[in-house]
């Protein structure tokens, strides 16, 4: 999300809800919310008002409402295997246009035939009276592996750029020790004194 996006949904966050808003607040909100993208912050806003709470949405509650669209978003194995029976014969000569039909479906089509491979995919034998349904059901396996994978890895960039932050932030706490001289050198006593 840029600044300029930011700052419309500020001025909605802002207006919307009862609560105090100022800089600071403004500032920590962009923080934590500039991962996403701001369509899908506009989306959750959207969400959140009508569950109708007066107050201000916490980040959290943003980020919640975010990642529950995001996994109701995910298409079925039916639903998936029929689009990419639909659009994979439909550009079997332009994959470029094919991948982008599959996003503008669902991104993790496309990054499942991006994964498995368009040609093979197109060549399995899923009609085979013998074999079909067992490539069917590994098919599937692949799929829900694949969107498991995906789900995963968007986690773990959140955590990675949420602990980033907080590393680019400096230390918690004021480290008092570092700020007080270094004590003297301490010279080794005489070996009469020593005993």
């Keep these: 999300m840029t600044s300029r996006e930011w700052q419309l949904i500020a001025v909605v966050l802002e207006n919307c809800w009862k609560g105090e808003w100022d800089e ?14 701001a369509a899908d912050v506009e989306r959750a806003l959207h969400v959140l008002v009508r569950n109708g709470s007066p107050f201000i949405p916490a980040v959290a ?31 079997s000569r332009d994959h470029e246009a094919g991948f982008a039909a599959l996003a503008a479906v669902h991104p993790l089509l496309a990054s499942f035939v991006a994964a498995y491979g368009w040609r093979r995919l197109a060549h399995e034998p899923v009609e085979d009276p013998d074999y079909g349904g067992a490539v069917l059901r590994r098919l599937e396996r692949s799929w829900q592996e694949h969107v498991e994978r995906q789900q995963t890895r968007a986690s773990h960039e959140l955590a990675f750029a949420t602990v980033e932050r907080r590393r680019l932030a400096g230390p918690r706490k004021l480290d008092a020790a570092s700020l007080l001289p270094a004590p003297p050198e301490r010279l080794p006593l005489p070996p009469e004194q020593a005993a």
Excluded: D, M, S
């Excluded at 600071?24 to 993208?37: D, Q, S, T």
């Excluded at 919640?64 to 995910?74: C, M, Y």
């Design 24 to 37: 600071a607040r403004a500032a920590a909100y962009f923080v934590l919310l500039k991962p996403f993208a």
């Design 61 to 91: 509650e943003i980020v919640t409402t975010i990642e529950e669209a995001e996994r109701v978003g995910v298409p079925t194995w039916p639903e998936a295997f029929r689009q990419l029976r639909r659009l994979l014969p439909r550009h």
